[in-house]
């Protein structure tokens, strides 16, 4: 017994551990013009504020959301010459480039410029309103909605500076360069030794000693115990802000050696909200896709993917499953949803009008294994979704677990035309195969593979009749076929061909 137990346990906790890295690389697959709000990002200015009540030197700076609030922050500053910077949530900006014009004129290239005061106005026209295109936002870039008018500093080198939460070591992680700037990424690929990382327990929590490594790997040349309490200013915010990402780049010295948080970007943990109201009311839904924002009203998990196949899950690590078996039988998600354990009809339903939003899905896979979730609650959900919105797309239903014969009844009584499908596997070809009969236009099924085309009739869960080939056959004929059939591999998906 104690032997199960323990297999049991090791079970859970590789189970824990593949869906934590499963969701991770779906973050990094998804979509990477808006990101899901599971940890909030702040903009620059909104990040300064927060830093400087903790006792972090940042340069002065005024926001902007118009032309002329941008030329009165110019002239509040009083300098001849003032930093202009663009707020949107991803890196890389000064390197960036603005989207062209509907009439072809070429967009600003750069977000961050240095400019004389009397060129704000000009400056600010060319932002304001634009999509900035950086290495880090995708190439549909984002929305500039508001500009950050910045005192011009006297810095004379640039470090790296980031806190961040590390699941190897149990806590944070400070990792720091002495040189920094908007070329981070190449230099952390070319010369990875130029990166020192620091992790701080966190129940002791960041000591002298500790700070002091971390002044000495950026080369501070300045006040050395300054710069101490400067790293453990940037520390405290990450601790009393609960925050998951705190980093500065670049984390700068000026002429007198002083570090000055030249420009920073925080991320907070969204768990957090309850006390971090303050914070949290900062969040900017216009940098986020727009889908995720209503997904999170309702209490739902979406992701954007690139797909055509919506997938309405129960769970994470069904979700992660499901979309697995999809792209296994040659089909690609197009989302990321887990309506979770407690889901209600009305919830459900709002699920499919999120699904159904997204102009590329063909088909929705509804995959629920119920335990706390029940299954006539999402069968009644599938029902009135399907009435109010007049699905246009193939719904392929799979239950299983609580009350799944009541939520099968409800479906086979509603009278509506559900794909219904009695395992996953089956579900996920039930789903490509509703694709493809779809897009061949009257009911024939078409499969690709690299040499020829098969054009299937009659087909039933991915299975059909050969009625016709293009192209070279491996028999060297073509058009109707009556030899026997044989099983052959095409794209993803073994099927029964000529």
């Known amino acids: 017994p104690h032997i199960n137990q323990d297999r049991k346990k090791d079970e859970t906790m590789l189970a824990s551990a593949a869906l934590r890295t499963a969701t991770a690389a779906l973050r990094r697959t998804a979509a990477p013009t808006m990101g899901a709000v599971r940890n909030l990002n702040l903009h620059e ?17 005024i926001s902007a959301t118009s032309v002329e609030e941008a030329v009165s922050a110019a002239a509040e500053i009083g300098d001849e010459e003032v930093v202009i910077k663009s707020q949107i949530l991803a890196g890389g900006r000064g390197l960036g480039k603005f989207m062209d014009e509907p009439d072809g004129t070429p967009g600003m290239q750069g977000g961050v410029h240095v400019i004389q005061t009397s060129q704000v106005s000009d400056y ?28 011009k500093m006297s810095l004379v080198r640039e470090m790296y500076f980031a806190i961040l939460m590390d699941r190897a070591t149990g806590g944070p992680m400070i990792i720091a360069c002495s040189e920094g700037g908007t070329s981070i990424e190449d230099l952390a690929e070319k010369y990875p030794e130029k990166i020192i990382k620091v992790p701080v327990d966190l129940v002791e929590g960041l000591t002298d000693e500790k700070a002091m490594e971390v ?112 792209s296994l039988n040659g089909g690609k998600p197009a989302n990321f949803l887990d309506v979770g354990g407690g889901a209600t009809a009305e919830q459900v339903k709002h699920a499919f009008e999120i699904i159904t939003s997204d102009p590329a899905v063909k088909a929705i896979l509804v995959n629920i294994f119920g335990g706390i979730m029940k299954c006539d609650i999402i069968a009644q959900g599938i029902i009135e979704a399907s009435q109010a919105l007049d699905l246009k797309v193939p719904v392929v239903v799979r239950l299983e677990g609580t009350n799944v014969e009541i939520g099968k009844k409800l479906l086979e009584d509603s009278g509506l035309k559900l794909i219904t499908a009695e395992d996953l596997d089956d579900a996920a070809q039930k789903a490509v195969a509703a694709i493809q009969e779809e897009s061949s236009g009257d009911g024939g099924h078409i499969m690709l593979d690299c040499e020829r085309v098969w054009i299937w009739d009659g087909v039933v869960g991915g299975r059909g009749k050969i009625v016709g080939i293009s192209g070279t056959s491996p028999f060297g004929v073509a058009g109707s076929c009556a030899l026997p059939f044989q099983k052959v591999t095409s794209g993803h998906a073994e099927q029964e061909a000529c």
């Not at 705190?246 to 010295?253: M, S, Y």
């Open 45 to 61: 200015y909104q990040s300064a504020k927060i830093m400087s009540d903790s006792g972090v030197n940042v340069p002065l700076g």
């Open 124 to 151: 600010a026209s060319k932002m304001l309103g634009k999509t900035l295109v950086t290495k880090q936002s995708g190439p549909e870039g984002k929305p500039v909605n508001t500009i950050l008018l910045a005192k």
């Open 215 to 326: 002044v000495d790997g950026l080369e501070a040349t300045g006040d050395k115990s300054a710069a101490v309490d400067q790293i453990k200013a940037l520390y405290d915010v990450f601790v009393s802000r609960d925050c998951t990402m705190v980093e500065v780049n670049p984390l700068a010295e000026d002429t007198e050696g002083q570090l000055i948080a030249a420009d920073a970007k925080i991320g907070f943990d969204d768990n957090a909200v309850f006390r971090q109201k303050d914070v949290f009311s900062q969040r900017d839904h216009s940098q986020e896709d727009p889908r995720e924002v209503d997904a999170d009203k309702w209490d739902l998990n979406y992701i954007g993917l690139d797909g055509n196949i919506g997938c309405m899950v129960n769970g994470a690590g069904l979700a992660m499953s499901t979309m697995d078996i999809i």
